[in-house]
């Protein structure tokens, strides 16, 4: 009876230890890949193109006058800065859950398309939940 009560109250304590351990983090967990390469290219769509330029931060924008009255973007051509975040924390693109482009003084938010978004397709959501996906131009 000894083991027995012993053996549960260790299971419980280790069930508690996994929990507490899991319910603190502010990010996403590793899935123990090394992280992309910084983005670096030009992808392209329908509706314009960004070109990253290999830094992880500037980009510059070619949007057309449709889509910059969907998306809130400024029409033309635009440099700017870009961020991918979790929870308000900058992260890896293809584990974000936010796209946040910088143009002068104006912040533009988008929701990351988790399951696009990697080295070869940019994709997120504008607030009318459409789905645009930039294709990386080879």
Known sequence: ??????????????????VLTGCGRDLPPGDGTDPPPALDGTYVS?????????????????IGEEFAASSGLPEGTNEGTYVFLFRNEEWRYDKAETFRIMIGEETYRFRND?????????AFYLDSGEAVRFLKKE
């Open 46 to 62: 329908e509706h314009g193109s960004l070109t990253f330029n290999g830094d992880g931060r500037s980009v510059t924008l070619e």
């Open 1 to 18: 009876m000894m083991k027995r009560t012993a053996l549960i109250l260790g299971c419980l304590i280790l069930l508690s230890a996994i």
């Open 114 to 122: 988790l399951s696009s978004t990697g080295e070869g397709i940019i």
